[in-house]
């Protein structure tokens, strides 16, 4: 079984940022990519941000130069530090981890930003 938790999801003023987290746990022998999407309400999931087990990076372009993601392998984390958050980036935001070509969903995290 593989648990993800996420953590850090609230309500943020537009300008400014929020830190997002999700540690991952149980039978994670072989996990690779760790990444975060976001669902608005009324719109599909989307793709936000990517990290490989070495460290590189992908985003969606709507977030690039905002949002940074970043992983700590030793604790099995990913994280996502969102800034110039915006009204638009309201939404749920869910960690998603590959374990031997496997996909796992958190359970997702709100994140609401005001105008």
């Known amino acids: 079984q593989v648990q993800l938790v996420e953590s850090g999801g609230g309500l943020a003023q537009a300008g400014g940022s929020l830190r997002l987290s999700c540690a991952a746990s149980?039978?994670?022998?072989?996990?690779?990519?760790m990444s975060w999407y976001r669902q608005a309400p009324g719109k599909q999931r989307e793709f936000v941000a990517a990290?490989?087990?070495?460290?590189?990076?992908d985003y969606a372009s709507s977030v690039k130069g905002r949002f940074t993601i970043s992983r700590d392998n030793a604790k099995n984390t990913v994280y996502l530090q969102m800034g110039s958050l915006n009204p638009e980036d309201t939404a749920v935001y869910y960690c998603r981890v590959v374990i031997r070509a496997a996909d796992h969903w958190g359970q997702g995290t709100q994140v609401t930003v005001s105008s």
């Open positions: 149980g039978t994670i022998f072989g996990m690779s990519v």
């Open positions: 990290v490989a087990t070495g460290g590189i990076t």
